[in-house]
């Protein structure tokens, strides 16, 4: 299992700033505790020059693995500091954590995974809680630089679907959902949807905080709200960094669809 998969090679703009920082405390890190395999598979696998066309290809090749990589490790950084919400990293939530990256991301990336967000807890530790606040603050700038809306979107659902695998999300998970939300560019109302996604088929109460109105709301209001959701939750706004990126984003949609459903329903529409 290469580590290089993840934050070997070329890191697209995690090379740099706040998230290149925490980058190259994981590599420290990760060689003074002789993880096995930590080589890039960028290296190992690279492809000899041939002319302008291997070139191109290559180029392009390195440019949707890298973006798709520095997502994936700015998934990781945040994950690490939800997890750590209440000042405690329990063996419920790494468990959760393998589960979630298992089920999200195969079989090769739970010990990947995991590995470099035990590094981030210790990059944590030494560097204190406010500090790290102060990184990941940085890092959510960074990320909201090179990140659009629909896939800063996607990076938020997986951090709640990561808080609430283990069945319940504490106050301390939400308060820090509700800011990297902010540092992201989003808002606490998108959490308070995600939240509610699980439960929005059948429930009508939950299916209206997932459209992010109030029961009140006019059949035209509900309607646009359900347009606006589906815009900007599309699971094609999110193809470029991966299929299984775009399969959870496939899941999101369906909720959202299941939620107007049920509040169609209610509502003779």
Same mark, same amino acid.
């Given at each position: 299992m290469?580590?290089g998969?993840?934050?070997g090679g070329f890191?697209?703009?995690a090379?740099? /700033?706040p998230?290149?920082a925490i980058?190259?405390?994981?590599?420290?890190w990760?060689?003074d505790k002789?993880?096995?395999?930590?080589?890039?598979?960028?290296y190992?696998?690279?492809e000899?020059?041939?002319?302008p066309?291997?070139? $191109?290809?290559?180029?392009t090749?390195q440019?949707?693995?890298? !973006?798709r990589?520095?997502? *994936?490790f700015?998934? *990781?950084?945040l994950?690490a500091?939800?997890?750590r919400?209440?000042g405690?990293v329990?063996? $419920?939530?790494?468990e959760?954590l393998?589960?979630?990256?298992?089920t999200?991301?195969?079989?090769?990336?739970?010990s990947?995974?995991?590995?470099?967000v035990?590094a981030?807890f210790?990059?944590?530790?030494k560097? /204190?809680?406010?500090?790290?606040r102060?990184?990941i603050?940085?890092?959510c700038?960074?990320?909201?630089?090179?990140?659009?809306?629909?896939?800063?979107?996607?990076?938020?659902?997986?951090?709640v679907?990561l808080a609430q695998?283990?069945?319940?999300?504490?106050?301390?998970?939400?308060a820090?959902?509700k800011?990297?939300?902010?540092y992201?560019?989003?808002?606490a !109302?998108?959490?308070?949807?995600m939240?509610? *996604? $699980?439960g929005?088929?059948?429930n009508?109460?939950?299916?209206?905080?997932?459209?992010g109105?109030?029961?009140?709301a006019?059949?035209d209001?509900v309607?646009?709200?359900?347009r606006?959701?589906a815009?900007?939750?599309?699971?094609?706004?999110?193809?470029?960094l991966g299929?299984?990126?775009?399969?959870?984003?496939?899941?999101?949609?369906k909720e959202?669809?299941?939620a107007?459903?049920?509040?169609?329903?209610?509502?003779?529409l």
């Amino acid at each position: 299992m290469a580590l290089g998969k993840w934050i070997g090679g070329f890191l697209g703009f995690a090379q740099g /700033g706040p998230l290149g920082a925490i980058v190259g405390f994981v590599i420290g890190w990760l060689f003074d505790k002789q993880v096995e395999s930590f080589a890039s598979e960028e290296y190992n696998n690279r492809e000899y020059d041939n002319g302008p066309s291997v070139h $191109s290809a290559r180029n392009t090749r390195q440019a949707y693995e890298g !973006q798709r990589n520095s997502f *994936l490790f700015s998934l *990781l950084t945040l994950s690490a500091y939800i997890i750590r919400a209440d000042g405690r990293v329990m063996h $419920s939530e790494m468990e959760t954590l393998r589960r979630f990256l298992r089920t999200n991301f195969g079989e090769q990336a739970v010990s990947q995974g995991e590995n470099i967000v035990l590094a981030i807890f210790d990059h944590q530790k030494k560097m /204190g809680a406010a500090a790290f606040r102060e990184t990941i603050r940085s890092a959510c700038e960074q990320i909201s630089w090179h990140l659009s809306y629909s896939e800063r979107l996607q990076l938020l659902n997986f951090l709640v679907i990561l808080a609430q695998a283990d069945g319940v999300v504490a106050p301390e998970e939400i308060a820090a959902l509700k800011e990297v939300a902010t540092y992201l560019g989003l808002t606490a !109302q998108d959490v308070d949807s995600m939240l509610n *996604l $699980s439960g929005g088929a059948g429930n009508l109460e939950a299916a209206y905080k997932v459209l992010g109105i109030a029961p009140t709301a006019t059949d035209d209001e509900v309607k646009a709200a359900y347009r606006k959701m589906a815009l900007k939750h599309h699971p094609d706004r999110v193809a470029t960094l991966g299929e299984d990126v775009r399969r959870a984003a496939e899941q999101k949609f369906k909720e959202i669809n299941e939620a107007k459903e049920t509040i169609f329903k209610a509502r003779n529409l």
